[in-house]
């Protein structure tokens, strides 16, 4: 089954550092998500692409969050510098984009900021 | 922007018991739906897709409805087990992004 590979699975960082987190859409896919999940917020969007250009990326902060997807096969999500409330699961997704199919999720990178 | 919202936030039934889940949306232009199952500390996994011309997509015991003009989506799952013990979240896909509700805790008792 093809599937939406996130690194790294687990990632602790101390506040202040550079965070990067990788994702790997599934091929052909050329819709991918950037999503945030904590208990308190939810699944709160960040950022999307399609065909590797930023749509929307209103839900991120500016201000220490980048979104980029250097090519078809790879989309990153950066934080610098990293806050203790950023701590939460990223989850990426990726789908077609033709509006008649879903979206599949990858298994998340947990991070915790201390 | 589109709000999803979904009732009840959390769920407990005994073995066996048929259950829905609802999910409303406010803006109707939408392209599909999806739900989604979440154990704890796991990723997201497809169920269910209906596109914005169905009116319902099944799987198994589950069942999904949808009814654009109304903004709203039922998961009907029947003769529920322990191991549907999850979250379940639905998804809009509209002209703009991918919005999800907050879930609903289901939780089924032996």
Redesign the interface.
């Known amino acids: 089954d093809a599937r939406v590979t996130q690194t790294p699975r687990d990632k602790v960082t101390e506040m202040g550092q550079e965070v990067t987190m990788r994702c790997q859409p599934i091929l052909g896919h050329n819709t991918v998500?950037w999503?945030r999940q904590t208990m308190m917020q939810?699944?709160e969007?960040l950022a999307?692409f399609r065909n590797r250009a930023p749509?929307?990326d209103s839900g991120m902060p500016k201000d220490r969050f980048s979104a980029e997807m250097p090519d078809a096969t790879l989309a990153t999500l950066k934080i610098q510098p990293s806050e203790p409330r950023d701590s939460a699961v990223y989850?990426c997704?990726s789908g077609p984009g033709t509006?008649?199919?879903?979206?599949?999720?990858?298994?998340?990178t947990r991070l915790t900021v201390v | 922007k589109q709000e999803v919202t979904q009732i009840p936030a959390a769920l407990s039934v005994p073995e066996g018991e048929n259950l829905v889940l609802n999910c409303s949306f406010t803006d109707s232009a939408i392209y599909n739906l999806q739900w989604f199952r979440q154990d704890p500390g796991k990723g997201l996994t497809s169920l269910l897709l209906i596109q914005s011309s169905q009116r319902e997509q099944t799987s198994g015991r589950l069942n999904a409805s949808l009814d654009k003009s109304s903004g709203r989506s039922t998961l009907y799952i029947a003769a529920s087990q322990p191991g549907d013990s999850a979250t379940y979240l639905c998804a809009v896909d509209g002209e703009d992004d991918m919005r999800f509700g907050a879930g609903t805790r289901l939780t089924v008792k032996p």
């Open positions: 998500f999503y939810g699944l969007l999307y749509l929307d989850f997704a509006g008649l199919d879903g979206y599949t999720f990858g298994s998340g």
